[in-house]
């Protein structure tokens, strides 16, 4: 049987921590925050998949082979998760049907499935499933965690994982 693993994911790129977070609004709606850095071949392959504001089987059926192709060329996760927001939330701030709430909520939706897309399957050396856990903290607690992981000489993820299944080993 498999081990499963949590990846703790906070703050990947710009654009999704933009995408998840309660983006203000302009007067005109949907507020998608400035374009990152253009990465053309995400873009074009990203561009292609990503059409509509409405995610139905079909697109993600090719959100999916996009991924899969971007991944094979060796296109880092965190870039084609940032590229492939910056494509769709134009597309969601231009649907006129949609309220501003319902328009965030599209985007956060979104966001939420592709980084789960795209991080699962894990790492093919890594031989488990991985879940991504979306946890909102406060700045304070941010910073701990930071400080905490930088003594211990561990990453972010590494010291949170760890932190959880001490506390878990603990009960």
Same mark, same amino acid.
């Given at each position: ?8 994911? !906070?703050?990947?790129? &710009? $654009?999704? *921590?933009? +995408?998840? /977070?309660?983006?203000?609004?302009? #007067? @005109? %709606? ?24 409405? !995610?139905?089987?079909? &697109? $993600?059926? *090719?959100? +999916?082979? /996009?991924?899969?192709?971007?991944? #094979? @060329? %060796? ?24 309220? !501003? ?9 979104? /966001? ?60």
């Amino acid at each position: 049987m498999r081990r499963r693993a949590i990846l703790g994911s !906070l703050g990947l790129t &710009a $654009s999704l *921590a933009v +995408a998840l /977070a309660a983006a203000p609004a302009r #007067s @005109a %709606g949907l507020d998608c925050g400035p374009p990152s850095a253009p990465q053309p071949e995400a873009d074009t392959v990203l561009t292609q998949a990503i059409l509509s504001p409405r !995610l139905d089987e079909k &697109a $993600s059926t *090719a959100l +999916a082979s /996009a991924v899969r192709r971007l991944t #094979s @060329a %060796g296109v880092p996760r965190a870039v084609i998760v940032d590229r492939a927001v910056a494509a769709y939330c134009p597309l969601v701030a231009r649907d006129g049907s949609l309220t !501003l709430d319902r328009q965030r909520e599209a985007v956060r939706r979104f /966001a939420s499935t592709l980084t789960i897309l795209v991080y699962d399957p894990p790492e093919p050396n890594q031989g488990e499933t991985a879940f991504i856990l979306s946890l909102p903290v406060r700045p304070a607690l941010s910073l701990q965690i930071d400080a905490a992981a930088a003594k211990a000489g561990k990453t972010r993820d590494a010291w949170i994982l760890e932190a959880i299944q001490a506390r878990l080993a603990g009960d």
